[in-house]
């Protein structure tokens, strides 16, 4: 079991820094599964993790409050409008900007569904 997990754990990563490059992937969700298998199948992957520059302080304040620090949510939908702002303008056909906006719906019903830690 513990190489399953750490198999999904490393796929988790990998598509978490696509993410960073593809603006339909969300990259937040995929570190924070990485994370959570890691912490099942390998502490030294977990520790690396949670060290990391970039990485770390989201998983650390995911682990110990279960919510988002104040401010970023509004940060997040602005990250998102752009970037699938720029999707949908770019992309010629109706059903790719419908799919599109879709996600985009999905993804923000999700964000809005996180509490927002007090500060």
């Given at each position: 079991?513990?190489?399953?997990?750490?198999?999904?754990?490393?796929?988790?990563?990998?598509?978490?820094?696509?993410?960073?490059?593809?603006?339909?992937?969300?990259?937040?969700?995929?570190?924070?599964?990485?994370?959570?298998?890691?912490?099942?199948?390998?502490?030294?992957?977990?520790?690396?993790?949670?060290?990391?520059?970039?990485?770390?302080?989201?998983?650390?304040?995911?682990?110990?409050?279960?919510?988002?620090?104040?401010?970023?949510?509004?940060?997040?939908?602005?990250?998102?409008?752009?970037?699938?702002g720029i999707s949908i303008a770019v992309v010629p056909a109706l059903w790719h900007r419908?799919?599109?906006?879709?996600?985009?719906?999905?993804?923000?019903?999700?964000?809005?569904?996180?509490?927002?830690?007090?500060?």
């Amino acid at each position: 079991m513990r190489w399953l997990y750490l198999v999904a754990g490393i796929v988790s990563l990998a598509l978490g820094v696509v993410g960073i490059f593809v603006p339909v992937l969300p990259t937040t969700p995929f570190v924070l599964l990485a994370a959570a298998c890691f912490a099942r199948s390998s502490p030294r992957f977990h520790e690396w993790l949670l060290r990391h520059r970039v990485m770390g302080p989201i998983i650390r304040e995911w682990e110990a409050h279960r919510a988002m620090p104040p401010g970023v949510k509004p940060w997040a939908y602005a990250v998102m409008a752009v970037t699938f702002g720029i999707s949908i303008a770019v992309v010629p056909a109706l059903w790719h900007r419908l799919m599109l906006l879709s996600m985009a719906l999905i993804l923000a019903f999700f964000i809005w569904r996180i509490p927002v830690r007090p500060r």
